[in-house]
């Protein structure tokens, strides 16, 4: 994935295949919600650290979020 493609699919927003998750300090509840979903129709991506709007907030790089 580069960054033309994030670009790209923060400008489109969130979808049948996309979906924004903020995740700071940790992973959202609902992220393996999400994982499942997308497993059991076509597929999308999942782009951590960007709010429901769109806009980008980051992860804190000194947090273990896996």
Same mark, same amino acid.
């Given at each position: 994935? %580069? *960054?033309?493609? *994030? $670009?790209?699919?923060? #400008? $489109? &927003?969130?979808?049948? %295949?996309? #979906? +924004? @998750? #903020? ?5 959202? @509840?609902?992220?393996?919600?999400? !994982? =499942?979903? +997308?497993?059991?129709?076509? &597929?999308?991506?999942? *782009?951590?650290?960007?709010?429901? +709007?769109? @806009?980008?907030?980051? !992860? %804190?790089?000194? $947090?273990?979020? =896996?």
């Amino acid at each position: 994935m %580069n *960054i033309e493609f *994030i $670009k790209q699919m923060l #400008e $489109k &927003g969130e979808g049948l %295949n996309c #979906e +924004f @998750k #903020e995740a700071v300090n940790s992973l959202p @509840k609902n992220l393996f919600e999400t !994982v =499942c979903a +997308f497993l059991n129709t076509d &597929g999308g991506t999942i *782009i951590l650290g960007v709010d429901d +709007f769109g @806009k980008v907030v980051g !992860v %804190n790089p000194d $947090k273990k979020i =896996c």
